[in-house]
């Protein structure tokens, strides 16, 4: 038995004729006989006397069709408690971010919700990326926003901004009076990263593989990787958004690295069975507001989005 059938015994009783029924369901009358038919042969029993006219529901019929007409209203209930759900823009909104992205969006998306969505609360929390999708996983937080993509078909991750990375030179170390940082220069000397805790890469760590630029955060803050070059010498590495978070002065400091330049994506990170749209694209209209439009994918830039 379907949802459908049921809605054509209901259609049956109200129009009690099979071919205004028929007409009202989008069906020939041959096929909704047919239907009505499968349903009463899957009961064992006769749903409609036939023979009345007009068309009059069994006994054992009516009480069928009173039931059928309590699913669909539950049905239809659930229906409409999803659609208002997926349009809710009020009550909480978890968000926990990777430590290099909360800088850059963190305050403009307390400003914006605050502006534009004063019955959400906005709820933020920095955590690294195999935390932040572990509580994802387990619903303790409502969204993620992470370095790189998912391949997992729990989640659903929607690519938010492309960025590249800058080299941040010390004033003392050679590479300081190069206009741009080969790839090349960046790997025969030691450089700063945060990894499993604060430490430098020397060139041998690098030529053996362990250069993953989008790796290189993970736990720590861009502003500390800086004042660590200003006091100690040295090179490191800072994604592009992070450059109107630094001081003016030590922005002369700062190198395109070439050949090849490194990037990396910002992706939304969301559960697969996720269902308030209202508010994921709450968020990417934030996005917009906060990350300079030539950096965005394409999809952002569009604007709205469908789950």
């Known amino acids: 038995m379907t ?16 071919g205004k029924a028929a007409e009202a369901c989008g069906l020939t009358q041959s096929t909704l006989s047919l239907m009505v038919k499968k349903m009463e042969e899957e009961l064992d029993v006769r749903l409609f006397n036939r023979d ?28 409409q408690m999803t659609r208002s759900e997926k349009e809710s823009l009020a009550g909480p909104l978890r968000i926990a971010l990777i430590s290099t992205v909360a800088p ?10 605050g502006d534009r969505y004063p019955s959400i609360s906005l709820q933020m929390e920095e955590m690294l990326t195999d935390t932040l999708l572990d509580k994802l996983r387990k619903a303790e937080v409502d969204m993620g926003i992470i370095a790189g993509s998912v391949r997992d078909p729990g989640f659903l991750d929607i690519p938010l901004y492309r960025e590249r990375f800058l080299a941040y030179v010390s004033p003392d170390n050679p590479a300081y009076s190069q206009e741009n940082i080969r790839t090349e220069t ?25 250069f993953t630029y989008e790796r290189f955060f993970e736990g720590g803050r861009v502003g500390i ?14 994604p592009e958004t992070h450059t109107g978070l630094i001081m003016y002065s030590q922005q002369k400091c700062l190198r395109p690295i ?11 990170v969301v559960r697969a069975d996720f269902i308030h749209e209202a508010k994921l694209n709450a968020i990417i209209d934030a996005v917009r ?15 709205h989005l469908t789950l």
């Open 3 to 18: 949802l459908q059938q049921l809605r054509y015994i209901v259609a049956i009783d109200t129009y009690r004729h099979f």
């Open 52 to 79: 009345a006219h007009p068309v009059a529901p069994t006994e054992i019929g009516r009480k069928v069709i009173d039931q059928a007409k309590v699913v669909l209203y539950n049905v239809e209930q659930i229906a």
């Open 104 to 113: 850059v969006l963190v305050p403009g998306l307390f400003k914006f919700f």
């Open 186 to 210: 960046l790997l025969g000397q030691p450089l700063w990263i945060i990894r499993d805790g604060l430490r430098q890469l020397d060139s041998q760590d690098l030529k053996g593989g362990d």
């Open 225 to 238: 990787l800086i004042q660590v070059v200003n006091d100690n010498g040295g090179i490191t590495i800072v």
């Open 258 to 268: 070439i050949d090849p330049t490194p990037t990396r994506t910002i992706s939304l």
């Open 289 to 303: 507001h906060i990350i300079p439009g030539e950096l965005l994918e394409t999809a952002v830039r569009r604007g």
